[in-house]
């Protein structure tokens, strides 16, 4: 078995990457970022996977890095947090600056300590219009300084993992469901209630990959009425 740190936020996505890097056989070492997030209440479900998975886990305190890149509705209280589908333009207000990289360089970092072979992120086709820090040319240029930034330490080959970066989402669903994802034991909603919101970019997204990949999502949402 090979050891692969992998972040995991705690949502559909990078749990169903974790369950799946461990039916393929490798060790993980989940990590997790509290950056000051709206709320932080889907680091509550990465714990629950990783204990599912036996997996060791650990959350980064990033707060005092969160405050300073305000102007987000995943930072700012103040900022709203827009409703529609995750590719509308309104969508852009989630942008937090910088946020996989900072976070894939403490992995990294984690990765070389330890001595894993890899760092594996869930990002995926469906992040591509809004998000540039999910795109297929970040993801190379984060490999490549990774092993520029580490030569000598990583372990030869090291690799950032990005399996599911030109798949939509319903396809991660149905990936998901082949290897037994809980995924009731997910987190997407960007507002952080009681249920999930029904409204927001990712629970619109979430609800729509379900739909589209035909396995029933058990997902309690607010606004049951909503449609994708």
């Given at each position: 078995m090979s050891l692969v740190v992998t972040t995991v936020s705690g949502g559909l996505d990078s749990v169903t990457l974790a369950h799946v890097l461990a039916a393929e056989g490798h060790d993980l070492l989940c990590v997790s970022f509290d950056y000051g997030q709206r709320h932080a209440k889907e680091v509550d479900y990465a714990k629950r996977c990783a204990a599912r998975l036996g997996a060791e886990h650990h959350v980064v305190d990033l707060r005092s890095v969160g405050t300073l890149l305000s102007g987000s509705a995943l930072t700012d209280p103040d900022v709203e947090v827009p409703e529609g589908h995750y590719a509308d333009a309104s969508m852009a207000i989630t942008v937090v600056p910088n946020r996989n990289a900072i976070m894939l360089s403490v992995a990294v970092g984690v990765a070389v300590a330890r001595g894993a072979e890899a760092v594996a992120t869930a990002v995926h086709a469906g992040d591509h219009p809004i998000y540039p820090d999910c795109?297929?040319?970040?993801?190379?240029?984060?490999?490549?300084?990774?092993?520029?930034?580490?030569?000598?330490?990583?372990?030869?080959?090291?690799?950032?993992?990005?399996?599911?970066?030109?798949?939509?989402?319903?396809?991660?669903?149905?990936?998901?469901?082949?290897?037994?994802?809980?995924?009731?034991?997910?987190?997407?909603?960007?507002v952080g209630g009681d249920v999930h919101c029904g409204r927001c970019g990712t629970c619109v997204e979430r609800r729509e990959a379900f739909d589209l990949a035909g396995v029933p999502d058990p997902t309690e949402y607010a606004d049951a009425e909503v449609t994708t």
């Open positions: 795109r297929p040319a970040f993801i190379e240029a984060v490999e490549r300084e990774a092993r520029i930034g580490n030569e000598g330490f990583a372990v030869e080959g090291f690799r950032v993992l990005a399996p599911f970066v030109g798949i939509p989402k319903d396809e991660i669903v149905r990936r998901g469901a082949a290897v037994g994802v809980p995924f009731v034991e997910t987190w997407s909603c960007y």
